[in-house]
């Protein structure tokens, strides 16, 4: 009996959680000798999730004290860290812990900020597990042997689609289904659907969000006649059985691996239309089991191409059914993944501490832990917290201000960073930097004086003040901040010229 306790983030109705209930339940029905256990590092858990979590036979902890903690920790063969960046896992990477065998799952590709694996995580683990071929095909894995890293993708639950058949439909159906907000989703995605030209089409939105942002507008723009959106939606089986066409077009610098919303369509046979990012181009093939399209407008055409070529349409459906049955079968990754429990077996079990992976000192700031998180991938951030050269320091802030969706708002991000370490002046000023490239100038102020009062001293938040202040109208604080400036760093001659054209007339 092989005892793996899985460490993640929550209990969600999400892919991670998911694949993890999926792994135990498939071992199960292959009597594959294992033993479940899940430790939660939130207390908040999606209801549906936990049952399923029983029903494979997993005991679940949510959020235990220490004390249970190090003792299941003891107890287990293997310790499964289920892997994206985000604050409470990289603090749980922080404890003390006593020996273990320690596998990462990584949900993520991997290449880009703010989900980024970096040496420490492989270097702090005994086995390194991917999602997509294309992470294990990053140069930073060349730093393991093969011994230590392989690719399970994340496994779907196929009794999800059982005796699933297409129904009648009066609508040429394009389906989404999944996170609905633009750290996962395309930017454009309202308006590039809005422009297909064929008749009766319908989008069918599935997840939870900001559907209701996306509602106000598609109204706004007087196509809410194409859109039905959902909401969180548990038996896709009736959403797939009406689908057309799988519209699943993803942000550039989006995190997503094996997508098991993918998987499921394909395996249903419906063709896919996707951009190439993320692990996603390594599920389907242009024109063999789907489309892949380089631009907004070659979404809309193929799109519209798929409507007016049936024939197409039910051959590249086939082709991707056809590709799911041969590599998303639930029973073998959970296989595969059992032979990689009983590899790891072989090993002993270690101490490890995180401090000696990465010169981690108990006395490092919230900012500092986040910057660690990214590796390499946003030297700005480190240029913002030590360099003392006023133009490297407004160019890197500027950058960190035009931070993309996923680095300021998604999973490991600037805000979510921010929201759980909120007496960190940094994560304050970064975060008040993003709000006021946003035009959020009210928030940003806010945020700019919260920095101000946890401790941040230097001249040129007062710049950041100012600007904020001036497009509120708030010409006292903007005065007040311009005086600060010229009075504490007279060289930034740009405060003395702003100030003068407020007040000259």
């Not at 009597?31 to 479940?36: A, C």
């Not at 920790?73 to 003390?96: G, T």
């Not at 009983?342 to 981690?360: E, H, S, T, V, Y």
């Not at 002046?425 to 993003?434: D, I, K, M, Q, S």
Request: net charge negative.
């Amino acid at each position: 009996m092989i005892k793996i306790l899985h460490i993640i983030d929550k209990l969600s109705s999400t892919g991670p959680a998911r694949s993890l209930i999926a792994s135990a339940k498939y071992a199960l029905k292959q009597n594959l000798i294992q033993e479940h256990c899940i430790i939660t590092l939130h207390s908040d858990v999606y209801p549906l999730t936990l049952i399923q979590a029983k029903q494979a036979q997993i005991k679940v902890f949510r959020k235990p004290d220490r004390e249970i903690l190090i003792q299941e920790i003891e107890k287990a063969d293997i310790v499964q860290i289920h892997f994206w960046n985000n604050p409470s896992i990289y603090e749980f990477l922080s404890l003390d812990f006593p020996p273990m065998r320690l596998l990462l799952w990584f949900k993520i590709i991997g290449d880009k900020p703010p989900q980024i694996i970096t040496t420490g995580l492989l270097s702090y683990s005994d086995f390194a597990l991917t999602t997509s071929p294309y992470t294990l095909n990053l140069p930073i894995f060349d730093h393991i042997s093969e011994n230590q890293k392989d690719i399970v993708y994340g496994i779907a639950d196929d009794d999800r689609l059982k005796n699933l058949q297409p129904q009648p439909h009066n609508t040429f159906n394009v389906g989404y289904i999944g996170t609905v907000n633009f750290a996962k989703m395309h930017p454009h995605y309202i308006s590039m659907s809005g422009e297909v030209s064929i008749p009766n089409v319908k989008f069918i939105v599935c997840g939870g969000g900001i559907e209701k942002q996306l509602q106000e507008e598609v109204n706004q723009l007087g196509i809410a006649d194409k859109f039905d959106f959902r909401g969180y939606v548990e038996n896709i089986k009736q959403i797939l059985a009406i689908l057309d066409v799988f519209g699943y077009p993803l942000c550039e610098d989006t995190y997503a691996t094996s997508e098991k919303s993918l998987q499921e369509a394909m395996y249903a046979g419906i063709p896919p239309v996707v951009f190439p990012y993320g692990g996603v181009k390594c599920l389907v093939t242009h024109n063999q089991n789907g489309l892949i399209v380089n631009s907004e407008s070659e979404y809309r055409n193929a799109i519209e191409y798929l409507y007016h070529y049936p024939e197409e349409r039910i051959r590249l459906g086939k082709n991707a059914r056809h590709y799911a049955l041969e590599n998303f079968n639930s029973k073998y990754w959970a296989k595969k993944l059992h032979n990689i429990y009983q590899q790891m077996m072989a090993l002993p079990k270690r101490k490890r501490l995180w401090q000696d992976i990465i010169n981690f000192s108990q006395n490092k700031t919230p900012a500092q832990l986040f910057i660690e998180s990214l590796g390499e991938s946003a030297p700005q951030f480190q240029v913002s917290l030590s360099c003392d050269d006023t133009q490297e320091l407004l160019s890197a802030e500027a950058k960190i201000a035009q931070s993309s969706v996923l680095l300021s708002a998604g999973e490991g991000g600037i805000i979510q960073y921010r929201n759980y370490y909120p007496d960190d002046a940094y994560l304050r000023l970064w975060c008040g930097l993003v709000l006021q490239n946003q035009h959020r100038y009210s928030s940003a102020l806010s945020e700019f004086e919260i920095s101000l009062n946890l401790g941040f001293n230097h001249w040129r938040i007062y710049w950041y003040i100012a600007q904020c202040a001036i497009v509120l109208k708030d010409l006292d604080t903007a005065k007040t901040s311009l005086e600060y400036i010229i009075n504490n760093n007279p060289q930034f001659i740009l405060a003395q010229k702003m100030l003068n054209s407020l007040f000259t007339e």
